[in-house]
């Protein structure tokens, strides 16, 4: 099934702000938005945030989200030690009829 | 508060299958959706199904239709996914997790090893 694309892997310094990017298209991420959810290994996925900006109870507000047409962003502000992860997007594909992940974006604080 | 727990790791041979289970709690059961995503080794995520276990209603990937099959329990508040016909390429670590707008809560995860 056709997925999200990802660029494989991000590197930025401690304290500065990563955009993370999950392009698809308008029968996904262009139609209800996407989640984001990060992942340190070893450890299950923790979601970071749905449809476009909405973050569960204790997710820092210094993540956000955003989408411009088929295009979903991730901002991370003041980069963290505890932040380097693999980071995915997920959306619902309403063609497919299934939810459809990115392929993952290594994030590496410098 | 909500829990998400599976059951263990399971080694099978090729062609056999496997059923994994995961019990729910902290939560009305029946209120939100469930969902099966596996990440094979060193590999990205992959969804694989859906089940309502309002009314075990399920909807599965492409890829798997014909050989998963995903019910509840009600009675116990867990949900269990079935995968037939393991091959090599089964060999991941599979999830459950509870939408709630997004794949809130995660289990810890049961690595399958499919091996000869």
């Known amino acids: 099934q056709a997925g999200l694309t990802q660029p494989p892997s991000v590197s930025k310094d401690l304290r500065q702000t990563a955009t993370l990017t999950c392009t698809g298209n308008?029968?996904?991420?262009?139609?209800?938005?996407a989640a984001w959810l990060l992942q340190h290994q070893g450890h299950p996925p923790k979601l970071l945030s749905y449809r476009n900006n909405n973050r569960p109870s204790g997710i820092s507000e210094r993540f956000s989200a955003s989408r411009s047409g088929n295009t979903a962003s991730l901002t991370i502000t003041g980069l963290q030690p505890e932040d380097e992860a693999d980071y995915y997007c997920?959306?619902?594909?309403?063609?497919?009829?299934?939810?459809?992940f990115g392929g993952g974006t290594k994030l590496t604080v410098l | 508060q909500v829990q998400v727990v599976q059951s263990a790791t399971e080694v099978k041979k090729p062609g056999a299958s496997v059923k994994l289970s995961c019990k729910t709690s902290g939560y009305t059961f029946t209120t939100y959706l469930m969902h099966w995503v596996r990440q094979a080794p060193g590999q990205g995520l992959e969804w694989m199904g859906i089940i309502n276990p309002s009314d075990g209603g399920t909807g599965y990937a492409q890829k798997f239709q014909g050989r998963v099959t995903m019910t509840r329990d009600t009675s116990t508040s867990t949900v269990y996914m079935e995968l037939g016909g393991l091959t090599s390429e089964d060999t991941a670590v599979y999830y459950c997790t509870r939408e709630t707008g997004g794949f809130e809560n995660w289990g810890q995860g049961a690595l399958v090893t499919v091996s000869s």
């Open positions: 308008s029968n996904n991420v262009g139609n209800e938005g």
């Open positions: 997920s959306a619902w594909d309403s063609s497919l009829s299934a939810w459809v």
